[in-house]
């Protein structure tokens, strides 16, 4: 690696040859900066990175005055390609190579990284070059070229840089991290931090607290950066471990700078067997998945970087099915799968799970009433015993350390009883907490990373008298009790969760520090608030809640009958989410952005069945013309006004996730999924100008697939209410309507920008 920059590492796999995780990133300009510094180029390499324009910039703090398609190309030469237009360094280049033979005809030979297919990119050398007709046919007509010299004088050296830190973390938890450098006869003048998971998240400063969402393997780098402009990178893998929780988050990876959004799955009993309620950024969709779980026990969610899937982050659940063997469910490459695990659940067991150091692991009570695990290691899952003493079924909470897992639940005496590795074996031990019928446990691991037990239901003792407490982990095994504010109602669920406190975001969606950095800490040194939800006796929600300033308790809007969990994914941006049953059906209480324990909250309905395909049609307009016929549309194929919408950001997010068909009306529309050139904000935070969707154009009544729409505008403006209502009503009906035989031919999205927003 030459100096990291803004790649996301999500769905990428682990490089066993260069001991990093591979990244998704555009490379080019990385390649021809990797060939300069190993020639021994060290002038200013803080000012180029990933983007191929960066080399213009270099030229011009150089000195030089490229000209388009001008000069004389000469062995070592960085040639970057610009679109037609004015050239200039804030612009998008199209690539960067460098030339290695210039030949007695004039052409030149030239290697160029990140080349030639969207699959199995390549280094890739090219001879006899001439470049004018090489960027015509390679970009097409109108396509320029620079060239960008290295310097001849002297080089100074390279600062001499190193981290420290751990190298194991645990989701929503500080993970702290410090760099040191120094330059021979000059000194440091900043320092970039790169995490792996998207370039919001990068930093800057001699020390930075990062807090990974998703567990997996890290490759963090930090660049020093001296007063010569002279940069050195350095890098190091982190292990990041997580818990089960109230849902299971995957990051996006359409945009490989950006984690935007996070795809959340709630595993559910409905339906025909195992559902989840999926939110795509916008919306929330119930799906049906595979496999049928008993009727009682908790259902782990848990989301990881899965072998099966090429490493991508994927979604699991994993439950006691209804024939009483362990199951696990996932969704791989679109498809839902089940499959049974070793191992057999007790009746009304819980099942929780964690991802460990050596790979995924899921916690049980099994049917002589012992704890058991079954793991995966080596890709192959086993289950033992792990626990000796007998047990209740439920309930069985989890946290994670990064010594391993703390396994939580209730002993036959009534005690609140913790298990955890110990050497190559387990090892049980009651704590300090005795409990009554039907007590509520939570789990979670505090911002510094030491476990903590939430019990609802304590017997009251001691000092503080109170049947809501937590109990958390010291040194060497020890555990200390402390009663919380708040008052659950008896028999209440507790959930609890660290969140991003709103103090700890700076800047809109997708903004980031940019390169090469400072000396000055670009994040807060303590992020992370802990946020424990309950019901109060009137079945009004409730938080308990630590921001750093002690603890205090807010409560929330409407009324519920039970606590199904709260989650808050600690990404910037990200809101605080209290899942509820009401009388009324099941709801989401919520934040929205970044917001604290506080609020303002508000209440949104959760799916009560499983969504038709007709429930995943939806039309998109962007204009009020297009709007007017997309509506008459959906009335004349009986689809709800409701699945109609006018926000780029609804039809963004519900084309990324796959689980829709979008029809766009008219070319305003098309051409904004297609290009985004107005440049809307989008849930992706994807710069304007670019879009990872196509689109298709026949008639259809399946879903196209992630990151594919349905071209609604028609190539003769005055039948395009017909082409988008013939799409409608075919995808609803699988004919056409009544005396139509062909719907209209499609029109091409058109680089320009339409329309509005919303």
Partial sequence: ????????????????????????????????????????????????????????????????????DSGTPQVGDAVAFFGSGAISATRYADHVGIIVAVNDDGTVDMVNGDFSSSVNVKVEHDTNLNLTTFAANTWGAGEQWVLVSPPTSAQKPNPRAGISGSHTAVTGTDAVFH????????????????FGDGRTTNATGADVTHVFSTPGTF????????NFGTISTVRQNVTVLAASGSEAAVPSTAVWYSSYPVSYYRFLRGGDGLVA?????????????????????????????????????????????????????????????????????????????????SGPAV?????????????????????????????????????????????????????VTVTEQAGRG????????????????????????????????????????????????????????????????????????NYLLASAVTGGLGSFVQPPGTLDASGAAHPLGTAI???????????????????????LPGTATSLAGISAHPVAHQPIQVYLETANGPVMDTTGDTASPTGPWTTQSLPTGPATFADRVLLYAATADDRAAADAAATAAGLPAAQVTSSFAVAWAATLSGQHLVITSGTAATSALEYNVCGWTDPSAEDGGSTPYDYVT????????????????????????????????YALHGTLPAGQTSVPAPARAVYACAGSAS
């Fill in 1 to 68: 690696m030459v100096a990291g920059f803004s790649a996301n590492s999500n769905d990428c796999g682990y490089d066993s040859t260069f001991n990093v995780r591979n990244s998704n990133e555009n490379w080019c300009a990385d390649f021809v900066k990797w060939v300069w510094q190993k020639a021994g180029i060290t002038q200013d390499m803080n000012t180029i990175n990933a983007a191929a324009s960066s080399f213009y910039q270099w030229a011009l703090d150089d000195g030089q005055t490229p000209v388009a």
């Fill in 533 to 555: 939800a309950y019901l109060t006796d009137g079945g009004t929600p409730a938080i308990t809640y630590s921001d750093g300033s002690g603890w205090h308790t807010t409560t």
């Fill in 426 to 497: 387990w090892h049980t031990a009651n704590l300090n907490a005795k409990v009554r019928s039907g007590a509520a446990l939570a789990a979670m691991t505090t911002p510094s990373g030491d476990a903590v037990v939430v019990v609802n239901g304590v017997i009251a003792h001691g000092h503080h008298g109170s049947s809501f407490a937590e109990l958390t982990e010291g040194s060497h095994g020890s555990w200390s009790e402390s009663a919380l504010q708040g008052t659950p109602a008896e028999g209440s669920a507790v959930a609890a969760t």
């Fill in 219 to 226: 490759t963090i780098t930090v660049t020093a950066t001296s």
């Fill in 179 to 194: 760099a040191s450098a120094s330059e021979r006869g000059g000194s440091i003048t900043g320092y970039y931090w790169t």
């Fill in 363 to 415: 916690y049980f009570v099994d049917a002589r009433g012992r704890l058991a695990e079954t793991s995966l290691q080596s890709g192959t899952w086993s289950s033992h015993e792990i626990g000796r003493a007998p047990m209740s079924a439920a309930p069985l909470a989890i946290a994670v350390t990064t010594s391993g897992p703390r396994v939580f639940g209730v002993g036959r005496s009534g005690h």
């Fill in 277 to 357: 309620d999926v939110w795509d950024g916008a919306s929330w969709l119930q799906v049906q998945t595979a496999g049928t779980p008993a009727s009682s026990g908790s259902i782990a969610n848990l989301a990881y970087q899965d072998a099966d899937a090429d490493s991508a982050m994927t979604p699991h659940a994993f439950y006691r099915n209804a024939d009483g063997a362990l199951a696990e469910t996932s969704f791989i490459d679109g498809t839902w799968s089940s499959r049974v695990l070793p191992g057999t659940p007790a009746n009304g067991s819980d099942v929780v799970a964690a991802v460990t150091a």
């Fill in 698 to 729: 026949a008639a259809r009544t399946t879903l196209p697939g992630a990151g594919l729409f349905l071209n609604g505008s028609a190539a003769t403006a005055s039948q395009g209410p017909q082409r988008v209502a013939d799409l409608t009503y």
